[in-house]
């Protein structure tokens, strides 16, 4: 269950995750798994993007969802992505305003919690019944709170399992609390649980799930700390053993700069000669010197606090001594848009600020660049590092979350693949800029770094087997 999912409906990374890890699970094969075929199924809500993509979905069923104020009308249709059965769940709640995420947190709030218990009720009405409901972040995870309830009191519902996946704990959904209560949900009577959060979904689900998991094992860890835990992290701590964490894949038939369209030459680890042509281009595209042995930098990034892209900007003041251009693309926070112009402005020969999505530009900057900036605050799993790895563009990074956990930096540099920094401060981000500066002029040391990053195995199908195992030691089989 998830509120996103590639190539339906995709606004974030959750996208990406849901699109592909069912896709990886159901194509689990010997000699690489060795267990149970896995009936993966996958519910969406109908939103409103999905019906303008899907023509011909069949009704597969259609009842009333019981609630303290009256009984909603839901209708659940099938359609299929690749060999993928997708569940899209309508109703009232699901498009009033016809987005994924509304400006209105409390509209969400509704959607989410309408979506939860009828993709729960769903299983009555469809002719297959789940072992497992895995749900992800706040917006599913009523529904595990749900059948919590339920299978204490319901036959039906008693032998299913639950697991939840965090993808990024701050978002808790607080703004649903009157649609909990609205849809009978009660607040939780658990004392371990902060008074705060007995009735927000996502500490409701953490309470209820069978198993917990987080999209790389360093968040795992660090959600049970003040600095990461959000104010649940005690409440955390004492479901320890029933937590884990599972790294994220990349697609890597997508993301593969032999291949990619969008590049001006194409290139592997047997011809990186062919990845310079992409910085010059790149250079060229923002009128930029054309200076090959001038280290480009890009950072492709959502502009937000947790991106950490104040410690990028000002870090680069700090190593203004330092040879290097810059490109950083993105849009969010206007402060932090302005922080960006602000830079271009003081360095007009070597910054460029680019305000907007493009995602034709983001593979365009992962093949031209030298080094990906990437200094968030957190960073639950992280997806711009394995990309630019996999393009040969060496990843300058916090070490937090899945960052520490995929990219390796020795300080002799003999098994590295990229360079990582402690706190999220202007002054280590700029040490760590300076350390992969001094290594770039040698051309052996800094090629040997690139070919390591992409040789490394972050596909799907890795990721796959780790939940897979998940799955049969929840079910028993």
């Not at 009978?184 to 917990?212: H, K």
């Not at 835990?229 to 032999?258: H, M, S, Y």
């Amino acid at each position: 269950m998830a509120s996103e999912a590639a190539p339906l409906v995709k606004v974030g990374g959750l996208g990406d995750v849901a699109g592909s890890l069912p896709q990886a699970l159901r194509g689990l094969r010997p000699p690489f798994w060795q267990g149970p075929r896995l009936d993966v199924r996958l519910a969406l809500p109908l939103h409103r993007v999905i019906k303008e993509k899907v023509a011909l979905a069949e009704p597969v069923a259609d009842f009333m969802l019981a609630t303290p104020a009256g009984k909603q009308p839901v209708k659940v249709y099938l359609t299929h992505a690749a060999n993928l059965p997708v569940y899209l769940v309508d109703g009232p709640p699901i498009a009033p305003d016809g987005r994924v995420y509304s400006a209105d947190p409390l509209l969400d709030g509704e959607k989410y919690i309408f979506f939860s218990l009828a993709a729960l009720e769903m299983t009555r009405h469809l002719d297959w019944k789940p072992d497992i409901i895995h749900a992800n972040d706040w917006h599913t995870s009523a529904a595990l709170y749900a059948l919590g309830l339920r299978r204490r009191q319901e036959p039906f519902f008693e032998s299913m399992r639950s697991l939840l996946t965090i993808h990024n704990l701050p978002f808790m959904g607080k703004d649903a609390e009157p649609a909990m209560a609205k849809y009978g949900l009660p607040r939780s009577p658990e004392n371990r649980l902060p008074t705060w959060a007995r009735q927000f979904p996502l500490p409701l689900g953490l309470q209820s799930a069978d198993r917990i998991n987080t999209v790389s094992p360093g968040y795992a860890k660090e959600i049970t700390t003040p600095e990461f835990g959000c104010g649940l992290q005690d409440f955390i701590k004492t479901r320890q053993e029933v937590l884990t964490g599972i790294l994220n894949g990349l697609d890597q038939v997508d993301w593969d700069p032999a291949t990619d369209k969008a590049l001006a030459s194409r290139y592997d680890c047997a011809n990186l000669s062919s990845k310079l042509p992409n910085k010059a281009a790149l250079q060229n595209e923002f009128n930029l010197p054309v200076e090959a042995d001038t280290p480009l930098l890009v950072m492709i990034t959502r502009m937000d606090q947790q991106k950490g892209v104040d410690v990028a900007v000002n870090g680069l003041r700090v190593a203004a001594d330092l040879n290097w251009q810059a490109i950083i693309l993105g849009s969010g926070d206007p402060l932090l848009e302005t922080s960006c112009r602000s830079l271009e402005a003081e360095f007009p020969d070597r910054v460029r600020a680019i305000i907007q999505f493009d995602v034709g530009l983001s593979r365009r900057m992962y093949a031209g660049g030298d080094i990906l900036l990437m200094p968030s605050r957190y960073e639950p799993c992280g997806l711009a590092q394995m990309i630019a790895m996999r393009y040969g563009t060496v990843p300058l990074a916090r070490a937090t979350g899945g960052l520490r956990n995929t990219i390796l930096d020795d300080p002799t540099l003999a098994t590295s693949t990229g360079f990582l920094f402690d706190e999220a401060q202007p002054e280590a981000f700029a040490d760590g800029l300076r350390r992969a500066l001094y290594a770039y002029p040698d051309r052996e040391v800094w090629e040997s770094i690139q070919i390591r990053g992409m040789e490394q195995d972050f596909s799907w199908e890795k990721s796959a087997i780790a939940y897979a195992q998940l799955y049969v030691q929840l079910s028993g089989r």
